[in-house]
């Protein structure tokens, strides 16, 4: 004869555990979900720069308000970028 209560603690206990395994899965697989997307991202800028014709020297100048794109470098960011045309002034 089976304990009842002894049935109720296992499938209990089991289905904890299948929560447990199923969010922790679900933790792996967004994290590496997430890495790929930033090494899309790494590579999509790398691609551009490379199209730009700028290094990446450069393109950290610009992210630290060092230098500011040419027209001409502007004109190319805004047809891989997608970005407003107009030349920023100032």
Known sequence: ?????YDRITDRITTLLVVLI????GLVLG???LLA???FL?????NAVAKAGVTERTVR???HDKLR????QWQVLVGILRLDATFPKG
């Open 1 to 5: 004869m089976k304990n009842k209560t």
């Open 22 to 25: 199923f969010k922790f899965f």
């Open 31 to 33: 994290a590496i979900a």
């Open 37 to 39: 997307g930033f090494v």
């Open 42 to 46: 790494i590579y999509t800028l790398r």
């Open 61 to 63: 100048a610009w992210e």
């Open 69 to 72: 794109p040419t027209e001409s």
